[in-house]
């Protein structure tokens, strides 16, 4: 239906693919023992291997066919080990060693013919599939004594590529899959009881909406099925459109269950290890520990009053529709309302308001909608409508939608804050800047997710301050395909960043290290506000072995060999 997300054009499958012959061996075992790691985890240690590599083996087997039909689809990407859903991160991009399709068209031939051929890239040599925290304790104890660096890699959806490095050791985190709801659950060694659910650190978001379906509760989750509900999203901030009033996923979270480096178990909550408790709420994934299961806070069923408007893109359109949301955004945050929007379409979402109150609200969106409507042209849909849970919004608008992937993509992002929407003139430039930064870098998406009315009390967290006072968090990406030269994958990640420097420019130091620019300046401030200096000392305490590391994370040490599969940044393009 209505795809905010969605970049790619599908294209028709062509037909003919040539058979290639890989050039490179893969995962030539390092001079350690991988058997003894392998029987500490019970078996559970396997070669790692690109996704797309039964293709340059036979295109015609049938799991390149398999793989061939499932190339942009995230599900397949986010279950399977060795696929990334932003593909530049399977790739070694400053060695051009890739094992990639054609997205556009993974039927291509081009693609696994020479010179192309199929190498590891940045995926893992040898990867454990986690089922218990031992698994963890003892991947930590082969990286301290053979240096081979650890990664974490969850549903591979990291915008960043922290969740892959080449010549590591992979902890796969995809199959704990558990799921418990406890009305009244208590934090160990607390006293205050709510209704939990405990994840396993595996689950994705449209497991969990589907098991609060079924228990009659709220969850507060993002926007897209597959990304994970307790690993990088929840540690790194988490937002989705009930965050307004309902808060961010680290304000939700009441405990972790966390292997730290030095390969205990310890349980991070309100009441012990607070320190540790307060870094995984925001401090990000990868950088203190590996979570195995967390438990987030249950809320009663919601009812929810959906304001949709949606038209093919045109600019005038476009305009007008960036003008109601910025005019209207501060009385529509207070009033509750959250959601997502693009050039051509926005979904608002409201919890505590009923249908006549909401009507009364969205009163200036809906009449943009029928006056678009009246002048004609191509069609305008405007859809006003309740829905009697978080899950049954979702499964009508955003379930059915799997975001389309399979692309390499440079993303980059800002957090707007109230300031911006007080006075006419501040309207106005951040209208031209919406407008500017979606016609350098078409597809900016307007997330209405920051927790700016959230009037809950759950103590510290880590992300940045500037999400309270935050009303609009935006994204804006530059895609590439499998056979971009170094010099425009290099041009991409310049573009974004050029293409959200419209926005920098008017605003203060401030965006989601979940979804930044790879190459954020001054990144400690920008994702982590005055918390940075604490989230460092509590690095230092849980890991003084570095043994964990990712890019523009915590503590993190550039020079490590695990970083050279980055491009060094280049700044050449300054406008777009
Ligand atoms: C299509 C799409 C939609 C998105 N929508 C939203 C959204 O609505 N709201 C939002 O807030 N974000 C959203 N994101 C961003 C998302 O939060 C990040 O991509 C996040 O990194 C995903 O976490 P993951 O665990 O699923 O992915 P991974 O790529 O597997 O991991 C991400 C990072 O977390 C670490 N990590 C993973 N699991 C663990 C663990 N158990 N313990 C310790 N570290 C761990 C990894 O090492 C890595 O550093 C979206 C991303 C995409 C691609
Ligand atoms: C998963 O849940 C089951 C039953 O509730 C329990 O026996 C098992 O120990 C749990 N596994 C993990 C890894 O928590
Ligand atoms: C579901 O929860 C809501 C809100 O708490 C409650 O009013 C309703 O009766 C519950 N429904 C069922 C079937 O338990
Ligand atoms: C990549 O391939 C497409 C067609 O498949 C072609 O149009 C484009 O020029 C190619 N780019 C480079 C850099 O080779
Ligand atoms: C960055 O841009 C400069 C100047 O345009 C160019 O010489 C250099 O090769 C580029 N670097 C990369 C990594 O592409």
């Not at 023992?33 to 029987?39: A, K, P, Q, T, Y």
């Not at 609200?361 to 006003?384: A, C, F, T, Y």
């Not at 605003?507 to 982590?528: G, L």
Request: proline share 5%; with cysteine.
């Amino acid at each position: 239906m209505i795809s905010p997300r969605a970049f790619a054009l599908f294209a028709v499958f062509g037909a003919g693919v040539a058979r290639a012959t890989l050039q490179r061996p893969f995962a030539s075992p390092l001079d350690v023992s991988w058997d003894e790691l392998r029987e500490k985890v019970d078996g559970r240690l396997y070669a790692g291997s690109p996704w797309a590599k039964p293709c340059f083996d036979d295109p015609e087997s049938d799991a390149c066919r398999e793989i061939r039909l499932n190339y942009r689809d995230e599900a397949s990407r986010a279950s399977s080990s060795g696929a990334y859903i932003n593909t530049q991160w399977e790739t070694c991009q400053s060695t051009r060693e890739q094992c990639l399709l054609d997205y556009t068209n993974p039927r291509d031939k081009s693609a696994i013919s020479s010179p192309y051929s199929c190498s590891l890239g940045s995926v893992s040599d040898y990867y454990i599939d986690v089922r218990e925290p031992k698994d963890v304790t003892a991947a930590f104890e082969f990286s301290k004594r053979t240096h081979i660096p650890v990664i974490v890699k969850n549903s591979g959806h990291d915008y960043k590529g922290r969740s892959s490095a080449p010549r590591s050791l992979g902890l796969w985190t995809r199959n704990l899959k558990n799921m418990t709801y406890n009305p009244k659950f208590v934090p160990k060694g607390c006293d205050k009881a709510s209704a939990g659910v405990t994840l396993g650190a595996g689950v994705a978001w449209g497991e969990a909406y589907e098991f609060a379906e079924e228990n009659n509760i709220t969850v507060v989750g993002g926007s897209d099925k597959t990304v994970g509900a307790v690993g990088g999203w929840l540690q790194g901030g988490g937002h989705g459109a009930l965050s307004n009033t309902m808060g961010m996923g680290v304000d939700r979270v009441l405990e972790f269950e966390v292997v730290t480096p030095d390969g205990q178990l310890r349980t991070a909550n309100a009441c012990q290890n607070e320190d540790l408790f307060f870094a995984l709420r925001g401090g990000g994934g990868g950088t203190f520990g590996v979570v195995t299961s967390a438990t987030i806070l249950a809320s009663p069923q919601v009812t929810l009053q959906t304001i949709i408007v949606a038209f093919p893109r045109n600019d005038k359109r476009a305009r007008q529709l960036f003008t109601v949301m910025v005019d209207n955004g501060l009385a529509w945050a207070a009033a509750g309302w959250g959601g997502l929007a693009n050039a051509q379409a926005a979904i608002y979402v409201n919890p505590v308001l009923n249908k006549e109150e909401a009507a009364e609200s969205m009163k200036p969106l809906i009449e943009l909608g029928e006056r678009l409507k009246r002048e004609g042209g191509e069609p305008v849909q405007v859809v006003v409508r309740e829905f009697g849970s978080w899950g049954g919004f979702f499964h009508a608008f955003a379930g059915e939608y799997v975001a389309a992937v399979g692309a390499s993509l440079a993303l980059s992002s800002r957090l707007i804050p109230k300031d911006n929407f007080v006075q006419a003139e501040d309207r106005k430039a951040l209208v031209d800047a919406f407008v500017a930064a979606d016609s350098s870098t078409p597809g900016l998406i307007v997330l209405i997710s920051p927790p700016t009315s959230y009037k809950g009390d759950t103590g510290r967290t880590s992300v940045t301050e500037a999400w309270r006072n935050s009303i609009y968090h935006i994204t804006v990406i530059s895609p590439w395909n499998w056979n971009a030269t170094t010099v425009e994958k290099s041009e991409h990640y310049a573009r974004a960043s050029a293409s959200i420097d419209h926005l920098r420019r008017l605003t203060p130091d401030a965006a989601y290290v979940n979804e930044a620019d790879v190459y954020e300046a001054n990144h400690e401030i920008a994702f982590w506000g005055s918390n940075y200096p604490e989230l460092l000392k509590i690095k230092q305490k849980y890991d003084p072995d570095h043994l964990l590391d990712c890019w523009q994370c915590v503590g993190w040490k550039p020079e490590s060999k695990r970083f050279a599969c980055y491009l060094p940044q280049n700044v050449s393009i300054t406008s777009v």
